[in-house]
């Protein structure tokens, strides 16, 4: 007989949606037919669907088996409590001593949640066998699973499903025939949580991840008298699983002797689930520890990251404090390499390296380690370690990093004395790169630690605000006010805002300039020239913004891309027709690169009649003429050819000057 068990009757009736006959000699000894119709019957109305019960169920005294909607803490997926199974009993008191193993699993399916916990796991491999041929989508797995999350399958006697949502970033990969109501279900929740929320909710709290370490990271011996961590993490309506498996990974994979708390921080969410739900799932956790201290702070209103972030670390109390997002995973020994990092020297504030988990499928993909930089926008990205590190050959050392990508561990008692986080940054964006600035100009240092690496979930969408323009810009220019001296221009430029006046409010900057002040912090050249000698400083810009033909009334544009051939088109002043002129005559469109390494695109005059835009060393090597003789309000003439560049009947040319005139938004420097 092949049995299954009581857990691959579970996995049968939440697939099939019914409860039919169970594939035949799959029910477990001392387990029958009416038992396991029964027993679906409770599971599927918990699952809120909709069947007519059989005819057995119907009567007042129905048996119950359910099956809660949230995880253990062991990953696992537990039944609540007062279950019975009378019919149960009576067999297995006639049961043989052959069975009786059995038959004492099956008393314990009446039990609570602990007991059924058991059951579930002695009957692994049945499960596993059942697996085989089941939707992963369409059921919860009381096990965990590799780091690769099979892609679903469907049997090949089924009818394949349409796909309700061609469209959807979240099908591209993931949910090959899912039934239409799953997708629908998926759907919704990708659009609430910007991630595969619905996957989520179906896999093990305590899933095993990849090992995504430098090999040299695993022989490296760490002290035993490191400091100790309060663990915090923040978020804003965030799926409840995710939050569960973030509290698993940080219980179990950081040392009981270093983890003193954790400390929730919830910026005014409105799940109801991150309430009750999230409250009982903690109260379970600290029952299971006693010794670890969990707090959690709820904001009144919501407030932005940063200043939840400054929350956290107000309420901590630990010697080292590690500020999180919620939608992460820490990987096995992802503190002490950060913690030695810091007992070595208290001012440098350390980041782990993050591999990124897909939005769709959830599966981990390794990053390597990298420095955080930005541009003149202050948008974060990746970049290479200085040259220096490079030379050393070995990428398990810790590397200079110009910032942090969000992600920050440091020692508390420094993080307070430099100013924890500017609180006066809203919502998102802008934060890490004003920290980084902050913590390199007044004294510390930033290092990325590739032995410590954490998984962490990239959204395909911020769900609290899709558009975080307004507010990315809004911060970039409170930092620039108070950090960047003389170079806070470049990121109006950035933004294609007026040089002076850009009439935006970033609140009130007076204390974090006294800050500056009282810590005697480097001027923002030093920062420049020191720590981030990538960044171009924009020296040589002395106009931006749309470049219009008053003549003609259409501006310059950057035409297709890829494509080599500028065009003129309706003016609105967006991206593709950001122009920047240099005081060389170099003419850029589209922007203007923020690091020495990238390549800028010239407007060119090849000696065609139309006009060209490469990058600016080729065009040289190519022997185009890139250099132009404009003031404002006139014409633009080229340096070399002499001819200008004009539009006709809605083209743009390159022809003998006739006197057409040229307007550019904004000017930084005379000229």
Not at 116 to 132: N, S, T, Y
Not at 282 to 311: C, D, M, W
Not at 539 to 555: E, F, P, R, S, T
């Amino acid at each position: 007989m092949n049995v299954i068990g009581v857990n691959g009757l579970i996995l049968h009736c939440l697939q099939s949606g019914r409860f039919p006959r169970p594939p035949r000699d799959c029910l477990p000894l001392n387990f029958s037919l009416a038992d396991h119709q029964e027993g679906c019957w409770t599971l599927l109305k918990k699952a809120g669907r909709k069947v007519r019960a059989p005819a057995r169920t119907r009567s007042s005294t129905s048996r119950t088996c359910e099956q809660s909607s949230t995880q253990d803490v062991t990953g696992g997926f537990a039944p609540g409590p007062g279950t019975t199974a009378t019919a149960v009993r009576q067999r297995s008191q006639a049961a043989t001593t052959h069975t009786r193993r059995k038959v004492n699993v099956l008393q314990a399916f009446e039990q609570k949640q602990k007991t059924m916990q058991k059951m579930l796991e002695e009957d692994r491999e049945g499960w596993r066998a059942a697996a085989q041929i089941k939707q992963l989508s369409v059921k919860k797995q009381p096990e965990r699973p590799n780091a690769e999350i099979p892609d679903q399958q469907k049997s090949p006697k089924e009818k394949k499903s349409n796909k309700l949502f061609p469209d959807s970033a979240l099908f591209k990969v993931w949910g090959e025939n899912l039934p239409e109501d799953v997708q629908t279900e998926a759907q919704s929740l990708y659009m609430k949580y910007g991630y595969n929320a619905y996957l989520s909710d179906r896999l093990p709290l305590d899933r095993a991840l990849p090992d995504t370490r430098d090999k040299r990271c695993l022989k490296k011996i760490y002290p035993k008298d490191l400091p100790s961590l309060a663990v915090v993490l923040i978020y804003l309506n965030e799926a409840l699983s995710v939050i569960k498996r973030a509290l698993r990974s940080i219980i179990d994979r950081t040392s009981k002797n270093l983890l003193k708390e954790i400390i929730l921080v919830d910026d005014n969410s409105s799940n109801d689930d991150l309430k009750e739900d999230l409250d009982a799932y903690i109260k379970t956790i600290q029952q299971q520890n006693p010794s670890l201290q969990i707090a959690r702070v709820r904001h009144s209103e919501q407030r932005g990251l940063a200043h939840a972030r400054a929350s956290g670390w107000e309420a901590a109390t630990a010697d080292v404090v590690a500020i999180l997002d919620a939608h992460i995973e820490v990987n096995e020994l992802w503190a002490e390499p950060l913690l030695t990092q810091i007992k070595g020297d208290r001012t440098v504030v350390t980041s782990p390296v993050f591999d990124k988990v897909n939005f769709d499928n959830l599966k981990v993909n390794k990053y390597q380690a990298a420095a955080h930089g930005f541009d003149w926008a202050l948008w974060c990205m990746y970049e290479g370690f200085s040259d220096g590190y490079n030379k050393l050959k070995d990428a398990s050392l810790p590397g200079k990093s110009p910032s942090v990508m969000g992600i920050v561990v440091a020692d508390r008692k420094y993080l307070g004395e430099i100013g924890v986080i500017d609180k006066g940054m809203k919502v998102y964006g802008g934060e890490n790169v004003e920290l980084g600035i902050r913590v390199w100009t007044c004294g510390g240092s930033i290092e990325v630690v590739p032995c410590s690496r954490i998984a962490h979930i990239e959204r395909a969408h911020k769900p609290y605000m899709p558009n975080l323009r307004q507010v990315m810009k809004r911060n970039a220019l409170r930092v620039a006010e108070i950090w960047m001296d003389e170079y806070k221009h470049n990121i109006n430029m950035a933004w294609n805002l007026p040089f002076e006046n850009h009439g935006i409010d970033i609140g009130d900057v007076s204390e974090r300039k006294k800050l500056r002040e009282t810590l005697k912090c480097r001027p923002f050249k030093w920062y420049l020239e020191n720590v981030y000698p990538k960044l171009d400083p924009w020296d040589n810009i002395v106009a931006y913004g749309g470049l219009k033909n008053l003549d003609a009334d259409m501006c310059l544009d950057q035409g297709p891309v890829p494509g080599n051939t500028p065009i003129a088109y309706n003016c609105h002043f967006y991206g593709p027709q950001f122009t920047y002129y240099h005081s060389n005559g170099e003419l850029y469109i589209g922007g203007s690169k923020s690091h020495k390494y990238n390549a800028n695109r010239c407007v060119t005059d090849s000696g065609r009649k139309e006009p060209g835009l490469y990058n600016c060393k080729e065009a040289i090597q190519k022997g185009m003429a890139i250099y132009w003789d404009f003031t404002q309000g006139k014409e633009m003439k080229n340096k070399d050819s002499k001819k200008c560049l004009e539009i006709a009947n809605g083209k743009l040319l390159i022809r003998e000057c006739s006197g057409q005139r040229w307007e550019i938004q904004n000017i930084a420097k005379p000229f």
